[in-house]
């Protein structure tokens, strides 16, 4: 017999966020020298009490994370998102997620195992490290330059979390956790493009929102509220220099998906025999075939210099 099988890989060290969370008990210990290893070094001085007591912020901007309560062992990291996020990335396997906090430069590492999240913690989210068909990748303080996507280019899935529609303007606003409606503080009144386009999410959902939006390649996300932007054209980049700065914001960018591929194995027989010689070219792995339209088109090339074309509609 003959068997398809269509493979779409995951990009890997992405960091899938629960807001309002934290994972307690399990921190990654930021109190071992590792002068040997320039990765556990690193950790070691990132501690917020050894890097920051005495500190200027002026001088290093990442000791706004440091507080005088925090002990002399604490395993609390003065850094950003994306330096705790490669740092948990360089720690390998002895990193499995990232308590952060969601104003400061202050992240805690943790180890792999269960841990129960502690919920309704508004001062943290919990960053989950995972491969993901879908990643985003975070550059602190900025946006892009360009004005977001309007609400008319959002499909109705998306345009219904409009911050203006869904908790101010309506007769009935939108009522509830769910709702996310600290996001319209500040929104009343205002009819400029980045009030109205603003949408009432959090992180997470606002990353499914972007996914689900035809040109969407990045998001803009306030540090304070449940608020954020979808952007479209060039605002696919993690290069902070061609960002607006944004002290209130977070800019995510979409990394771009991993082609998929389909592998097709077997021998035709039976009532495929008599085509067998014909068909002999088909088995093999086959690549996207970027720009076509409708269901995913494959292509693959023989050493022979023979190729073959492969429609996929999915298994039925």
Not at 266 to 291: H, I, K, N, T
Request: charged share 20%.
């Amino acid at each position: 017999g003959v068997m398809v099988v269509q493979t779409c890989p995951a990009h890997d060290n992405c960091y899938v966020q629960t807001s309002g969370a934290y994972c307690p008990l399990r921190n990654v210990d930021a109190n071992v020298p590792g002068a040997q290893d320039a990765t556990s070094q690193l950790l070691y001085d990132s501690q917020c009490t050894r890097k920051c007591l005495g500190t200027d912020v002026a001088v290093v901007p990442d000791c706004a994370g440091y507080d005088p309560l925090l002990s002399r062992e604490t395993d609390a990291l003065c850094l950003s998102r994306p330096a705790c996020e490669q740092l948990c990335t360089d720690l390998g396997a002895a990193c499995a997620s990232i308590d952060m906090h969601t104003a400061l430069p202050r992240c805690f590492l943790n180890t792999a195992g269960d841990c129960p999240l502690e919920r309704d913690q508004p001062e943290y989210n919990h960053l989950t490290k995972s491969a993901e068909r879908v990643c985003y990748d975070t550059v602190e303080s900025r946006r892009c330059a360009e004005d977001p996507l309007a609400v008319a280019a959002m499909p109705p899935s998306v345009s219904t979390h409009q911050c203006l529609s869904k908790c101010g303007n309506s007769g009935t606003p939108c009522t509830g956790g769910d709702c996310f409606c600290d996001g319209y503080v500040g929104l009343a009144g205002d009819a400029t493009p980045f009030a109205t386009a603003a949408l009432c999410l959090s992180r997470e959902r606002c990353e499914l929102a972007c996914s689900a939006t035809e040109g969407c390649v990045a998001i803009s996300v306030s540090k304070v509220h449940n608020r954020c932007w979808l952007f479209g054209g060039t605002c696919a980049t993690t290069d902070p220099d061609v960002l607006l700065a944004a002290p209130a914001e977070v800019h995510a960018a979409a990394r771009p998906l991993i082609p998929c591929h389909v592998s097709l194995t077997g021998s035709f027989a039976g009532a495929l025999a008599p085509y067998a010689a014909a068909l002999e070219v088909l088995p093999g792995d086959y690549s996207e075939v970027p720009g076509l339209a409708g269901s995913v088109y494959t292509t693959t090339q023989r050493e022979d210099g023979r190729s073959a074309r492969l429609r996929w509609d999915g298994c039925q």
